[in-house]
């Protein structure tokens, strides 16, 4: 039987509040034992909402507790790496969420201290977990589509103001803007779908056309060589996109293609209160179904493709537990050596971007 893990989340943001405390609440093994938040409001207080959890102003608290096991990292990004070594160097294991830090020479100095410490280093990648990602996944598997030569991943929205949170106010050397928020997340599915990449292509822009930060991205991840030899993943996210269904997935391969629209279900759902294990959670309705074309003989022939049955991301806090039980590195869902590769491919579309040139890895 797994023992219980007291956890210490910094940060009481919609981070915190939709995606960590929920998960932990359905995660038997977990205890949500204290939050950090510095400056509580009306409509924004810890105290009033975990009232039987400890509340504290400052992560020096959290750090020095030694009752606390494990410690959610869900501040800003550009506090990510101070407070993630401070937590590993206390004796903590630690998820981070993303984007994890802002480069990869601290993602890398990261890895280095949860080696020496002996703690265990999770980045949160939820999206590996949406379940039309997996389905995917498992057409992928099976060979259903054939050889891949074409994978596009979008995360397209039409929002014509800048956000006023660190994803639209912090700069890129911060791991702020669409690169490291949306960026992050789909770049992580490709290299989890096919491995690096050898060849990088960026081209970031500003579709609002302000001074901000720029707001939308398109990467070309090209593969060489290996078994994905051919293969060009397109990455996008733009912010001027008016549709009433978002393109998300686009896959095409010798024997076939899948076109997916929406995004995946779970963000909403937990914003509106359900959990993991809810009636319903996790599952679309029938008309945001992928649609499967498959070659018989020269004619393609299109059906209706749903989703295999969500495994939630409550998964990766579960597997994440199952890790530290076991003091297995080697099991952790979502491994820092992975976000580290994922930041050098946003290091390389940066750099792209700026030298209108494509970077090798």
């Known amino acids: 039987m797994s023992k219980t893990y007291n956890i210490g989340v910094i940060g009481y943001g919609m981070a915190a509040k939709v995606f960590h405390i929920p998960l932990i609440a359905v995660t038997p093994s977990m205890k949500l034992h204290t939050i950090v938040q510095r400056t509580p409001t009306a409509s924004n207080s810890a105290s009033k909402d975990h009232p039987g959890v400890k509340i504290v102003p400052s992560v020096d608290e959290l750090f020095a507790d030694p009752e606390i096991n494990i410690v959610i990292v869900t501040s800003t990004p550009e506090t990510h790496f101070s407070f993630t070594k401070a937590a590993l160097e206390a004796g903590k294991h630690v998820l981070v969420e993303k984007p994890f830090v802002p480069t990869a020479a601290e993602a890398q100095r990261l890895i280095e201290v949860s080696q020496q410490t002996k703690k265990l280093l999770c980045v949160y990648q939820n999206r590996r977990w949406d379940t039309d990602f997996l389905t995917f996944r498992k057409l992928q598997r099976e060979g259903t589509l054939g050889r891949l030569v074409e994978f596009e991943t979008h995360f397209d929205r039409h929002r014509l103001d800048r956000p006023e949170t660190w994803k639209g ?193």
């Open 169 to 361: 106010t912090l700069g890129m050397d911060q791991a702020g803007g669409v690169v490291y928020d949306l960026g992050t997340h789909l770049i992580d599915q490709v290299v989890v779908a096919f491995g690096m990449p050898q060849e990088v292509t960026g081209v970031l822009a500003n579709q609002r056309g302000d001074e901000g930060e720029p707001d939308s991205m398109t990467a070309l991840l090209r593969y060489t060589q290996g078994k994905e030899k051919g293969l060009l993943a397109t990455v996008k996210a733009a912010v001027i996109s008016p549709e009433t269904a978002q393109l998300r997935y686009w896959v095409r391969g010798t024997k076939g293609s899948f076109k997916k629209y929406h995004l995946d279900v779970q963000e909403d759902q937990l914003k509106a209160g359900m959990k993991p294990g809810d009636e319903g959670y996790g599952i679309e309705s029938n008309d945001m179904s992928g649609r499967l074309v498959v070659m018989e003989g020269d004619t393609p022939k299109e059906s209706i493709w749903t989703n295999v049955e969500p495994e939630s991301y409550a998964a990766l806090y579960q597997q994440f537990a199952k890790a530290i039980d076991q003091g297995a590195s080697e099991a952790v869902p979502v491994k820092a050596s992975e976000a580290r590769d994922v930041l050098r491919i946003i290091e390389a579309v940066r750099e792209s971007a700026r030298s209108k040139k494509t970077i090798v890895l």
